[in-house]
């Protein structure tokens, strides 16, 4: 097993070439020959340090972004684009200190103080000491596995599946 984070658009080249057998993403490929199944809904969240005010919040809601230093993704990738829409829609922007590629990146950016990360919530943020995450209830994503149909199937990919079903 190869675990290799990618942009969506060469998750689904790989896909249909063959390079990979099977594809997890936060939100469904939609293309011929791809068959895409919803596993669960993903958090997106605000991670900070402990010490910050946000982290003696349940939740964080658009508002409380303001004047924040925020590291996330860029507006291309979906997650980025459904944040700026949540924001939008409390007549808030979403204006990035950092830009990052991958929730993981983000983590050590907020333990040095540079901002607040508003991305999935997949890492576990609470495995990382002195930090702290909390939900962002107006935006969530979809966890995704796709495999090319048209392509033998892998004859791990029913034991990686149960797996990974076990595991969320």
């Known amino acids: 097993m190869h675990l290799r984070a990618l942009p969506k658009r060469a998750i689904v080249e790989a896909l249909i070439v063959g390079d990979i057998d099977v594809a997890i993403t936060l939100s469904p490929i939609t293309t011929p020959t791809v068959l895409g199944q919803l596993l ?72 040095e103080g540079l901002g607040i990360a508003l991305v999935d919530g997949l890492v576990a943020w609470h495995g990382f000491k002195g930090l702290a995450a909390r939900v962002i209830p107006e935006v969530d994503m979809q966890l995704a596995v796709s495999i090319n149909n048209a392509r033998p199937e892998s004859r791990f990919l029913q034991l990686f599946l149960a797996a990974l079903r076990a595991a969320i």
């Open 40 to 111: 669960t809904k993903v958090n997106v969240v605000a991670g900070m340090r402990k010490d910050d005010p946000l982290a003696e919040c349940d939740v964080v809601r658009p508002e409380d972004l303001d004047a924040r230093r925020l590291i996330s993704y860029g507006s291309r990738a979906e997650v980025g684009a459904n944040l700026d829409d949540a924001l939008a829609a409390a007549r808030r922007k979403r204006d990035l200190a950092i830009q990052i590629a991958s929730s993981v990146g983000a983590a050590p950016l907020v333990r």
